[in-house]
């Protein structure tokens, strides 16, 4: 049997038993009648597609062919990469506009030469080498990733699925502001954790493309049983929230996905060999590889409703853990090993909230409610008489030492907004570091003290409430400029504790989505 027929034979059996289950996509969203016509270098229909082409600097012209036969779309692509700020490949598209789905069972012809080559399922918003563009990504040594370039002429950036198995039967949908990646299992259409927000005008171009990772050569994708079609469909039982456990790398700021769930989980914190990651979920903490896998619980004895405010000591052997299990039920501190054990309590009065360890281990800072203001407190870590830091009046929260131990950084709303502020462990020289539109939370200083990840709820947020359309910006401490490093669904258990690995390449961070 030669490659193109069992190729399309091992797409045949994954179609006919997808086809088994409910579809229920409606048909194609048309571009509007004036839309601009066929580009120059088209090379007009083939299939389901409007017209075909390549796209930026290639040395070796692509096709398309179409096996109507067995519905299966071939491409042929060149280019260099699909990636930075230019790509270079072959796209078969069709003209869109609102909320779509684009899915389809992707394969190679061959063994192909680079294990980097790409075949794509993509929405573009022009035809040009530097456009805004989302795609899933299928590569030849089986990574998947949803890729995306935000704006005209930047940098592309991706979240990649955990695990290197391929994945064949792949949708990706553009539903109001955000674009999800889904992979079909017996059951359906599956949720993979990949979602992003992302700005893209009406009409745009949605099809399937080749890159071939090495301009010297081509390589040839196969598009089985593709479909463009509206939004996924709604289940009758209404939405499932998903909470996803994410990486991000430095410098380069893409994502991976860990773990996702149905069952809510928040604030993850790294372990100090930086190969395992812990969250809080359904009152218990629960450790997790950072390559994913299955969560196990830390008995944490008595302590069974704890919330999202806790971290690990400096030299990684004690955990801190805000719980309200007990007596009246309001938060208090505690600390136990990390390997697990009886909690000790560390802070008598109530509610209290852990978040941050100084670096010589002695001291813990936290948020607490006293007589109706909320400010920053710190104890000795053994426990012992609290010390009041911040007495403005309004919400002063999140505190989290600098690896030098000479800030503590805070977020405040003292001067109508909540922003980012830092000052000395005493207390003194209380300094605003941001005064902007938005509405900032959680400041997490890297380990080398170069750097400030938070949370940024839009300007009529109050509060910081789950499932928001949020954004996490990166300050450089030297000169104080900021940058946008991520936007999607999240808030309240995003990033509430440290989210720093140990060594500064990585945090890590929760996103949500509501799922049909």
């Not at 109508?416 to 003194?428: E, V």
Request: with cysteine.
């Amino acid at each position: 049997m030669n490659r193109l027929a069992m190729a399309l034979g091992m797409a045949a059996s994954l179609l006919v038993a997808a086809s088994a289950m409910s579809r229920s996509i409606s048909e194609p969203a048309a571009g509007p009648p004036d839309a601009a016509p066929l580009a120059e270098g088209d090379n007009g229909p083939v299939g389901m597609f409007d017209g075909h082409q390549d796209v930026g600097d290639v040395r070796h012209a692509g096709s398309v062919e179409f096996d109507q036969a067995h519905g299966v779309h071939i491409v042929t692509g060149s280019g260099a990469n699909m990636w930075g700020e230019r790509d270079a490949f072959h796209y078969a598209w069709k003209r869109a506009s609102g909320d779509v789905t684009l899915s389809g069972i992707i394969g190679f012809l061959g063994r192909g030469t680079d294990p980097h080559r790409k075949a794509c399922l993509l929405f573009r918003q022009d035809l040009e080498a530097d456009s805004p563009y989302v795609d899933v990504a299928v590569h030849g040594d089986g990574l998947t990733s949803l890729q995306f370039r935000e704006r005209k002429g930047g940098p592309t950036h991706e979240i990649q699925l955990q695990g290197d198995d391929p994945h064949h039967y792949l949708a990706i949908e553009k539903k109001g502001k955000y674009v999800r990646l889904y992979v079909r299992t017996r059951k359906g259409w599956d949720f993979t954790g990949a979602a992003l927000r992302f700005d893209l005008a009406d009409p745009f171009y949605a099809g399937i493309g080749v890159c071939s990772h090495n301009a010297d050569v081509t390589e040839k994708g196969t598009f089985m049983g593709v479909t463009l079609g509206g939004p996924l469909p709604v289940s009758r039982e209404g939405a499932v929230q998903f909470s996803t456990l994410e990486t991000m790398s430095f410098p380069s700021m893409d994502r991976r996905v860990v773990y996702r769930s149905t069952t809510r989980f928040e604030a993850p914190n790294w372990l100090p060999d930086g190969k395992s990651l812990i969250f809080n979920s359904e009152g218990r903490i629960h450790r997790i590889s950072a390559t994913g896998g299955t969560p196990e619980p830390i008995d944490t004895g008595f302590a069974t409703r704890c919330n999202n405010d806790h971290g690990l000591s400096p030299d990684g052997k004690m955990l801190a853990i805000s719980d309200h299990s007990q007596g009246d039920h309001r938060s208090r501190i505690y600390t136990l090993p990390i390997t697990g054990g009886e909690p000790a309590l560390i802070t008598p009065k109530a509610p209290s909230y852990w978040h941050g360890w100084s670096p010589d281990g002695r001291t813990l800072a936290y948020c607490a409610e006293r007589n109706g203001e909320f400010d920053i407190y710190t104890i000795p870590a053994g426990g012992g008489d609290e010390v009041r830091l911040t007495s403005t009046k309004g919400l002063d929260d999140g505190p989290e030492y600098s690896p030098d131990g000479k800030w503590i950084y805070f977020n405040s709303d003292r001067t109508g907004t909540m922003q980012i502020w830092r000052m000395a462990p005493d207390g003194n020289g209380q300094e605003a570091l941001t005064s902007d539109e938005f509405n900032n939370w959680f400041p997490h200083p890297s380990p080398d003290g170069k750097w400030l990840v938070f949370l940024s709820y839009e300007k009529d947020v109050t509060g910081h409430p789950p499932d928001r359309d949020v954004c996490l910006r990166r300050m450089s401490l030297a000169n104080r400029k900021i940058d946008v490093i991520a936007r999607f669904r999240g808030g309240q258990g995003t990033i509430n504790v440290p989210c720093w690995s140990p060594d500064g390449k990585r945090i890590a961070f929760v996103t949500y989505q509501s799922i049909p």
